[in-house]
């Protein structure tokens, strides 16, 4: 096995994969205990299964917010499900510093079809292997990391209805040991 600082990324969004939306009827909801982080605050935390901590540590890579939710995903996200604070992707428009995209650019890669993530995450990534765990990504974007990243990567779209279950797990942990014992 690699060092940790070779290790894979995965960069993780929170609605869809963690958070699931968008289908008729109630959702599981789940308690993390007697402090509940974040319930009252954001009714849709109660969605996140407290399963996925353990899972995701047990990848063998290093987890990275990619999320809309920055660095709220470590002060509500993370403590329901087991994490500790993970790095953070400023994406686009956050800041120069952090490899964001500017807004000309990011307006046209949205015209083109890609994801407004898709060229911040590229660039965050510097050639290591990465999965993006997301439920908006598409053809385009993997058409453009395909030309546009040196190093092997995975865009794994999980179903926002449901979020991350049992086989998208198994897609990525085949995924991630096959990368990270090279």
């Given at each position: 096995m690699t060092s940790t600082a070779q290790r894979p990324l995965l960069f993780l969004d929170v609605d869809g994969p963690l958070i699931p939306f968008g289908?008729?009827?109630?959702?599981?909801?789940?308690?993390?205990?007697?402090?509940?982080?974040?319930?009252?605050?954001?009714?849709?935390?109660?969605r996140i299964n407290p399963q996925h901590?353990?899972?995701l540590t047990a990848l063998p890579c290093e987890l990275v917010w990619a999320t809309t939710w920055m660095e709220d995903a470590n002060t509500w996200v993370a403590p329901r499900i087991g994490l500790p604070p993970l790095p953070v992707v400023g994406l686009?428009?956050?800041?120069?510093?952090?490899?964001?995209?500017?807004?000309?650019?990011?307006?046209e890669d949205v015209r083109n079809g890609l994801h407004w993530k898709t060229r911040t995450l590229v660039a965050r990534a510097a050639g290591?292997?990465?999965?993006?765990?997301d439920d908006e990504i598409t053809g385009t974007d993997r058409s453009w990391v395909a030309v546009h990243h040196p190093g092997p990567a995975l865009l794994h779209r999980v179903e926002p209805r449901q979020g991350l279950r049992d086989g998208d797990y198994a897609v990525l942990d085949a995924w991630l040991r096959r990368w990270a014992s090279t």
């Open positions: 289908a008729s009827g109630p959702y599981p909801t789940y308690e993390t205990g007697p402090e509940d982080p974040g319930a009252r605050e954001n009714p849709l935390l109660a901590g353990p899972r686009p428009g956050a800041s120069e510093a952090d490899g964001a995209v500017g807004y000309e650019e990011e307006e290591r292997p990465f999965v993006w765990v």
